[in-house]
């Protein structure tokens, strides 16, 4: 003898939520008939509702975080690009002032090639 009404869906039992799922769950139902030395799946997947809360206010802090970390982040960027440009004026600069030092040698030692010849 059917119960239910017509119209209506069968009830499905409940699933539970993601800190509490419902035993009675078919897809997360375990056979209960395994080797006694292993030990089941049930007992070591099993989280307490503390774990998932801790896990929940740890995502959140990290979440909360986040614009802080970029904002690091972003910030050691700059300081590098930062760095690498003095290091390439001090590049430049050094050339610049070696070519200068090579000029005044030429020119030292044309003057005395000069006061040698007379």
């Known amino acids: ?6 119209g209506r869906p069968a009830r499905r039992p409940a699933a539970g939520t993601i800190d509490n799922p419902s035993a009675l ?6 056979l209960t008939k395994q080797d006694p030395t292993m030990a089941t799946t049930h007992e070591t997947t099993t ?11 740890n995502r959140t802090r990290d979440m909360q975080l986040l614009p802080e970390s970029m904002a690091r982040a972003q910030m050691q960027h700059r300081s590098r690009e930062a760095e690498s440009e003095r290091r390439a004026l001090r590049v430049v600069n050094a050339r610049r002032l070696q ?6 040698t030429r020119r030292a030692r044309r003057a005395l090639a000069m006061a040698v010849m007379q």
């Open 47 to 57: 989280r307490t509702h503390s774990d998932a809360t801790a896990v929940r206010q």
């Open 25 to 30: 769950d078919p897809r997360t139902h375990h």
């Open 99 to 104: 070519r200068k030092a090579e000029r005044a």
């Open 1 to 6: 003898m059917n119960t239910r009404r017509p």
